[in-house]
């Protein structure tokens, strides 16, 4: 599966952006699909994930209330939808696709291919 993310921007706070993973390949419909950021100087952390069949979703605390995630398997597409947005939501961020058992979602090691990133900037 090769990943490619793409939609992120410079926007003022409390501005939306949405964020688009496109995925190639014919298996997108099996793999859990999940979206981590990662700041200057810290490390990657979790902010959104979807099961295969898009009946499960989970979201940090950070980020829970202004964020929703969805996909759309006949497009071979994972969406990341950011309204409210605020300074610190300022990151690359990286779509991730895995098989996900357990507790795995928030994990970067739970996924098995990323995407290349995409800078979101939010000013004050």
């Known amino acids: 599966v090769q990943l490619q993310a793409s939609g992120g921007g410079l926007v003022q706070a409390g501005g939306s952006l949405r964020l688009s993973c496109a995925a190639s390949?014919?298996?997108?419909?099996?793999?859990?699909m999940g979206w981590f950021r990662q700041a200057p100087g810290k490390e990657r952390e979790f902010v959104a994930a979807?099961?295969?069949?898009?009946?499960?979703?989970y979201y940090s605390d950070s980020v829970k209330g202004r964020f929703t995630i969805a996909r759309d398997n006949a497009k071979n597409t994972v969406y990341l939808q950011m309204n409210s947005l605020k300074p610190e939501d300022t990151a690359v961020y990286y779509c991730?696709?895995?098989?996900?058992?357990?507790?795995?979602?928030?994990?970067?090691?739970?996924?098995?291919?990323w995407g290349q990133g995409t800078l979101v900037t939010v000013s004050s």
């Open positions: 390949g014919r298996t997108f419909s099996s793999y859990d």
């Open positions: 991730a696709a895995g098989r996900i058992v357990k507790s795995g979602w928030f994990r970067p090691g739970s996924y098995d291919y």
């Open positions: 979807i099961s295969w069949s898009a009946g499960t979703t």
